[in-house]
């Protein structure tokens, strides 16, 4: 099987420390594997896009020595196959329409389940589209982080595929795509480790292959906050890349060179011996 990787940041602000780590930790292990390292750019919401994001993320990652096998996927362009997935789903009655409002489901408990709408059907507005969750509990054993178990129907409920303003939610392009891409292997931050059973549960609705999963430990502030592109915590500056690759690489306990004076001669010697086995298996870590 010939490996592929990915990384897919959202656009929605500048390239920071916590997805330089996803970038560098999914690369090394597709170039470990002697496989492709693709790129998605996650711009499916454009309420939540910094404008000049994608295209200044784009353009960083060549400076960080982090070049991609294949021109990049946007999920903005993908529209015809989120709606192909969505009409599978709704054909076989696996999703229905949901008019509650947010505060209604905090209410009730904050988890929809058992298709049971809250809000009565209003005719006249758009739904938003939630796929029925049954009482299953799925479970895979994370790289990383080890077995994981989650019961969907307790802990996730019947969950949002396309939103009120029509735009479809993140989890049926995120699955729709990781299988247009063939990718075999999702290497991402460990605040999506609860997501997964999400994703593979739709990986099964929609007969799509279910990759590997390796969740990096999620860097953390000083404050014990991740780290997040919205808060516009630190961007990284692509014009010098050498001190925030070393702190990547070092905050994934990879060992490298003291002497390389590029990035992408960093990434060779942290390339050599590097073992995806011998990644942190932290759920967290000070960043
Ligand atoms: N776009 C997501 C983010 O930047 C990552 C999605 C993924 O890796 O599945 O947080």
């Known amino acids: 099987m010939n490996y592929r990787g990915r990384f897919a940041p959202s656009p929605t602000g500048l390239l920071h420390f916590g997805s330089l780590v996803a970038a560098v930790g999914s690369w090394l292990c597709a170039r470990h594997a002697g496989g492709q390292w693709l790129l998605r750019v996650d711009d499916i919401d454009p309420p939540r896009e910094a404008a000049g994001s994608a295209q200044a993320i784009l353009a960083a990652l060549p400076a960080f020595g982090l070049a991609a096998d ?3 996927l946007f999920q903005s362009q993908r529209r015809a196959a ?4 969505f009409e599978r789903l709704r054909a076989a009655d696996l999703v229905f329409p949901c ?4 505060t209604q ?3 009730a408990g904050g988890i929809h389940r058992d298709g049971h709408c809250i809000a009565r059907p209003q ?8 796929l029925r969750v049954p009482d299953v509990t799925i479970a895979f054993d994370d790289a990383l982080q080890g077995r994981q178990r989650q019961n969907l129907r307790d802990e996730a409920g019947d969950f949002v595929i396309r939103r009120v303003e029509g735009f479809y939610a993140y989890h049926l392009a995120c699955v729709v795509d990781d299988a247009f891409q063939g990718v075999t292997e999702v290497v991402r931050g460990n605040d999506l ?3 997964t059973p999400r ?11 279910t990759p590997g999963y390796r969740h990096l430990p999620l860097a953390l502030d000083a ?3 991740k780290l997040s592109k919205s808060e516009q915590a630190h961007p990284l500056n692509p014009a010098d890349p050498m001190p925030a690759l070393r702190r990547a690489l070092a905050f994934l306990d990879v060992q490298t060179s003291a002497t390389s004076s590029t990035p992408q001669a960093l990434l060779a010697a942290a390339l050599d011996g590097f073992e995806p086995a011998c990644l942190p298996h932290a759920a967290t870590r000070p960043a």
């Open 223 to 225: 404050g014990g906050r």
């Open 82 to 85: 989120y709606d192909e997935a």
């Open 105 to 107: 489901l905090a209410e």
């Open 123 to 130: 005719p006249a507005r758009p739904p938003a589209w939630r």
């Open 199 to 209: 994703q593979i549960w739709l990986q099964r609705c929609l007969s799509l292959p």
């Open 193 to 195: 480790l609860d997501s």
């Open 70 to 72: 294949a021109p990049p």
């Open 99 to 102: 008019w509650c409002s947010r």
